[in-house]
């Protein structure tokens, strides 16, 4: 749901932070916890500490114009003595994101990681290939919007819909948009397209993919280890797609006894549709952590991988 007023003070907040050239990359949660238990590293110093390393900060740490966009913005929450933010900002290029808070626990947390640049390289590559042409595109589960901006950057005159079921995500994907100078991004809540109308030259997504045993929307892949949605992205594709239209999907796979099953199952409902496709994998091994649980006991590693996949003509 909108709320104007803060909404308004976000985005002030956001261009203040790329006026005065904020930066940061945000990491992965166990380094981000590592980092933080450094001593010294309790309380922030600096606006870099709290709104990228989501740090609490005590009165006298930030300039008293950024605090009262802060509050004003309502992403302030009392800590101790002090406050702590519930948003970060991190940056790809010249961009800045808005997205949840370290650590992202919540079960409609907005995620934002290493998987996120690695997303946004692996379209940016795709995209630039000449003869691409895209009227009409869509993010499915697209957060805080890095893959929805990349696309409507590339191609100014697409119509581009952010699709997500996390009302937190499409705010942050307008705010996004607007600090993009991308405002024609359409933000729509949307269980896969189920909300969206039409057929799309270009179907972008990179979805959770985890077997999570909370069952976190941001994070829980769902199906077989944690491929459920990944599948389910590529039915929609095929149903939806337009002659010539294409899918790039970025996901995570389990890999068992040296056998990708999600590039077996996603290739054979491609081929029976008549698709072209192409699988590439981009980081052999990610979150290593999960193989110490249940549901990755047969697993030999977890892999980065893009999915390319092209309706005929025809």
Same mark, same amino acid.
């Given at each position: ?40 590293? %309790? ?5 870099? %500490? ?5 740090? *609490? ?33 991190? @940056? ?11 650590? @992202?626990? %919540? ?6 990681? *290493? ?48 699709? /997500? ?7 942050? @994907? ?26 799309? %030259? ?11 045993? +909370? ?35 970025? @996901?995570?796979?389990? #890999?068992? /006894?040296?056998? /990708? ?9 491609? /081929? ?12 052999? +091994? #990610? ?28």
């Amino acid at each position: 749901m909108s709320d104007q007023p803060r909404d308004d003070a976000l985005l002030a907040l956001g261009r203040a932070l790329m006026a005065g050239g904020y930066r940061f990359t945000t990491i992965t949660q166990a380094s981000h916890r590592r980092v933080n238990a450094r001593p010294g590293n %309790d309380w922030a110093r600096g606006i870099t %500490d709290v709104l990228g390393w989501s740090r *609490p900060f005590r009165d006298g740490a930030l300039d008293h114009a950024t605090v009262q966009l802060m509050r004003a913005a309502g992403i302030l929450e009392p800590h101790e003595d002090g406050w702590r933010c519930t948003l970060r900002a991190s @940056t790809i290029g010249d961009l800045l994101f808005f997205h949840s808070a370290f650590p @992202t626990s %919540d079960d409609d947390a907005v995620f934002f990681g *290493p998987d996120t640049y690695r997303f946004v390289r692996a379209l940016e590559a795709c995209l630039a290939v000449p003869g691409n042409e895209v009227r009409r595109a869509v993010d499915i589960g697209c957060g805080g919007g890095p893959g929805a901006l990349t696309v409507a950057r590339r191609f100014p005159g697409a119509e581009v819909v952010g699709a /997500d079921i996390n009302e937190r995500a499409l705010r942050l @994907t307008r705010i996004n948009a607007r600090l993009a100078g991308e405002g024609k991004v359409v933000a729509v809540n949307s269980n896969l397209l189920a909300g969206v109308d039409g057929a799309f %030259d270009l179907i972008i997504s990179n979805p959770p993919y985890v077997q999570d045993p +909370d069952q976190r929307t941001y994070r829980h892949g769902g199906g077989e280890l944690g491929a459920g949605l990944s599948l389910a992205i590529v039915d929609a594709a095929i149903e939806r797609l337009a002659p010539g239209g294409a899918l790039l999907l970025y @996901t995570g796979v389990a #890999i068992v /006894d040296g056998a /990708d099953p999600f590039r077996r199952e996603a290739g054979a409902r491609l /081929d029976r549709a008549g698709f072209g496709w192409a699988y590439e994998e981009i980081d052999p +091994d #990610i979150f290593g952590s999960e193989l110490a649980s249940a549901a990755y006991a047969s697993a030999d590693r977890l892999a980065a991988v893009l999915l390319r996949a092209e309706r005929p003509l025809q």
